[in-house]
């Protein structure tokens, strides 16, 4: 929480936005948001490259850290953003789970990926698998999504200005989905949806474009029978282990449930 700010004490909260390995997008969803300009007069952007060129490392009241962290300069950089903030805030898919980069994580081997990439040619950076920043750091809050929602960034926002703290959604896409009556394209097409498993908060954007949820809010922080039961069902579908782990691994590598949940439905079977 931030301690001073300008409606609860006396200035404004400093606050930083920074990118390890990502696309950006997440920056610049928040440089794009409606009220940004308000948001800009309500604090103080110390590093913000999307918005100002006068950004520059230092203390902040809160950091929020987009992108995964896939290089040693992307470590060395993102301890010294934790060493800085008071509050630091995950946003994105990259942040939070490591993000598509992080798609092979224990599928494949990373230093022969590595090579097959770059070769032997020299690069400027040393490459590291990609992690999620928790794997590193404390982080305080995540703001998820790929990327996150423009609302969600408002309320992050609105409550740290306010002196409190953003809660973290808990229900799955499954609960929006219903409650926006689309119908189920696990049940009626038989599509792969991770609706069940993933962070609501979209309000089911992609179901209701007749697409599966692939899960990029992230798995549910909680564990549920939902795991276990989305894999069964999967295999009743005829899904392969290895099309079931591709699919919960885009955004879920990381997650240990994920794997769990394939093991115990297929056990070694392919
Ligand atoms: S979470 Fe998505 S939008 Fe954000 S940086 Fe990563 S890939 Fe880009
Ligand atoms: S499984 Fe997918 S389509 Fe079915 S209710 Fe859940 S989110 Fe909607
Ligand atoms: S439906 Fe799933 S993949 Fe689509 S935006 Fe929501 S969480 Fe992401």
């Known amino acids: 929480m931030v301690e001073t700010c300008s409606v609860c004490e006396t200035r404004k909260p400093v606050v930083g936005v920074y990118a390890l390995t990502s696309c950006y997008g997440c920056q610049l969803m928040i440089a794009t948001v409606e009220k940004i300009l308000q948001i800009s007069e309500a604090v103080t952007f110390k590093?913000?490259?999307?918005?100002?060129s006068a950004s520059s490392h230092g203390k902040v009241d809160i950091?929020?850290?987009?992108?995964?962290?896939s290089t040693e300069k992307d470590l060395i950089e993102l301890k010294q953003i934790r060493e800085d903030a008071t509050v630091l805030v995950a946003i994105g898919a990259c942040s939070i789970h490591g993000g598509v980069q992080s798609w092979d994580q224990?599928?494949?081997?990373?230093?022969?990926m590595y090579e097959k990439v770059y070769g032997n040619g020299e690069i400027a950076y040393e490459g590291l698998a990609a992690k999620p920043i928790d794997h590193y750091v404390k982080v305080d809050h995540y703001l998820p999504g790929c990327p996150p929602d423009e609302r969600e960034i408002v309320y992050f926002l609105s409550t740290f200005l306010f002196g409190t703290y953003p809660e973290r959604k808990e229900r799955p896409v499954c609960h929006e989905c219903r409650l926006a009556g689309n119908p189920c394209i696990l049940i009626e097409k038989g599509e792969m949806c991770l609706g069940s498993v993933t962070t609501s908060g979209c309000n089911a954007l992609c179901i209701g474009f007749g697409i599966p949820c692939i899960g990029c809010?992230?798995?549910?922080?909680?564990?549920?029978?939902?795991?276990?039961?989305?894999?069964?069902?999967?295999?009743?579908?005829?899904?392969?282990?290895?099309?079931?782990?591709?699919?919960?691994?885009?955004?879920?590598?990381?997650?240990?449930r994920m794997r769990q949940m394939v093991e115990k439905a297929y056990g070694g079977e392919k």
């Open 47 to 52: 590093s913000f490259h999307m918005l100002t």
């Open 63 to 69: 950091a929020f850290v987009e992108g995964s962290v």
């Open 106 to 112: 224990g599928l494949r081997d990373y230093p022969e």
């Open 217 to 256: 809010r992230g798995p549910t922080p909680y564990d549920t029978a939902s795991f276990d039961a989305l894999a069964k069902e999967f295999k009743r579908l005829g899904k392969t282990r290895e099309e079931v782990l591709d699919r919960l691994s885009i955004f879920g590598s990381h997650d240990r």
